[in-house]
């Protein structure tokens, strides 16, 4: 098999909701990682953090309301901390399991990634991205008039916070990012699709926003000149009239095929929607590079052309 240079974007079920949850999903995504680095890949790891911001936010409130003294913690210090405990979790996991499996000469680093937005971009005038756990309408209806929050029902799972979500413009820890690659290292970057924040002359100021972490990881692939995004999500294949009769599930499909497929509506807002634009933007970027959807467990079989739906340029 050829040797590929991999960005794999880690969805919610790779992590858990929970500390404890994480512990243990960490452990499962790691041999799915290292089964692709034994394969003589080179690995580079983005995740979500929809969960995780969300505890930490509703926790740092929760402090700030106990203690007149602390003030609000803004959401762009939230991803921050999302990031460094994910991180630390995830590069753990993946160094375990690459002694385990006798791998000793590939070391595992997070780095804690900010990524640039445009503080002008429409998406701060309609939040679209949600946040924290699943709620009743009932509850979520004390957190809007509790806190302001807006929320919505997302995906027919409940009720969820949802705030901006900005369009990444730059990865500002490129270079250092770039450097750990070339070195062999497997990096864990783009945590919860980066710390939202917008340049003012040098200083770089934190927006309250979560970027879409399908689109930071697509952005990300992109400037590493990888071969292959892989979105990992919770279903082995992308569908198009999803729920229906005339349910059909996609193996292999142009860009074009799914540019089509997206204005026709086929793909849920929030959900499906942004992985398949990624992955149209990732495969239509260059010749060669080719996006992959598909679930954790199935990675390695989806690289092999087994399962998963890939998009390409031609097919």
Known sequence: MQKQKIVIALGGNALGNTLPEQMAAVKVTAKAIVDLIEEGHQVIVTHGNGPQVGMINNAMAALSREDAAQPNTPLSVCVAMSQAYIGYDLQNALREELLNRGIDNIPVSTMVTQVRVNEDDPAFDTPSKPIGKFLSEEEAKVITQKYGHIMREDAGRGWRRFVASPKPQEIVEIGAIRSLVDSGEVVIACGGGGIPVTL???????????????????????????????????????????????????????????????????????????KVEAAIDFASSKPGRKALITLLQKAKDGIEGKTGTVVCNKL
């Open 200 to 274: 003012k002359g040098n200083h770089l100021k934190g927006a309250s926003a979560v970027i879409d972490k399908d689109f930071a990881s697509c952005l990300l692939a992109k400037e590493l000149d990888a071969d292959y995004l892989i979105i990992l999500t919770a279903v082995e294949k992308v569908a198009i009239n999803f729920g229906k009769e005339d349910e059909t599930w996609l193996s292999a499909i142009s860009t074009s095929e799914a540019e089509k497929y997206a204005r026709e509506g086929q793909f849920a807002p929030g959900s499906m929607l942004p």
